[in-house]
């Protein structure tokens, strides 16, 4: 008679998944019979958990026979949990496993009240599931619902924030600033923004009308350089000077091509006085060529007139002494005739 009971107590402790009651097979973790509505319980499990229980109640009574009050007490007795919790070891058994991973998920889940010890009970969580893994690791079902207690755990941003608003009001008026300065900052930005594209498409336009200017008044200024009108060339040069000016927007840019067509100006005067020193130069020369020609000339026109004066005067020396010869000659036969 006793054996047939044999079965039904080892079914109720959970060591087989059959329903203790009606013998119908149940699904991995399952707390109620389909088939017949009973309740499951795992004693040695339950035990388990129990003796965890009963040392952090240990932990707090010692702390009240210390007369521990206050955050001293509130520090000792979250230390003294976290080593029991991080050096708790783990059972082997499956159903130990089961209750261990619906012991401590509730802790982990962000609530307005959360467990002071959340971190050591993920670390402790983390371990408990992948032993539960590898002893369910063939049945696809239990590891389907280790997936489903897993993400369980996964909270949205928004539920996240939802819970600290009901932690800490301030919270609430942080975020709800940071959230309003956020906005203005945002609008202030597209303003700016809008300001700014405004400002580069005006200055765009300015400048574009600048360099045409610009442009037309060195045009001017090299045609009249190279008709070697440097007079109006220097004149037209001058006035090669960047006038747009910008407050807002592109002022470096602004302040590069203002210095840009300085250097052109410069250079551009540079280059004219250069022509207008050498077309001097050309000019001076020319002016003592002819000089030097002219000269020339009415030193040539003077010595032929001295040359020709010389000529006459040795043709009236001649003559001169011709007619005193004459006058010799005829006094000579004169004086023979009286003779």
Known sequence: MSQPLEPSIVQKRGNINKCPNCGAPLAAFASICESCGHEITDIEANRTITALVERFDAIEREADEKQLSGRRRAQAILDKRARV???????????????????????????????????DWRAKFTEVLNRAKNAYKNDSGALAEFDRIDRSLDISLSDNLAIKAKRNPVFVALLSGIVVLTVIGFIFSQMEQSKLQQCEEKYARGAEAEQGRLERIYAAADQDFKSKKFPEALASSSTLRWEYETTICKTEENTKTKALWDDRRNQMASLIQKGADTAAREREAEANRLAAEKEAEANRVLAEKQAEAVKVAELARIEVEKQRAQAAEAQRVATEKKW
């Open 85 to 119: 919790i991080r050096d708790f070891p783990i059972p082997n058994s499956r159903e130990d496993l089961q209750q261990l991973l619906y012991f401590i998920q509730p802790k982990l889940v962000e609530s307005v009240k959360p467990d002071p010890n959340v971190e």
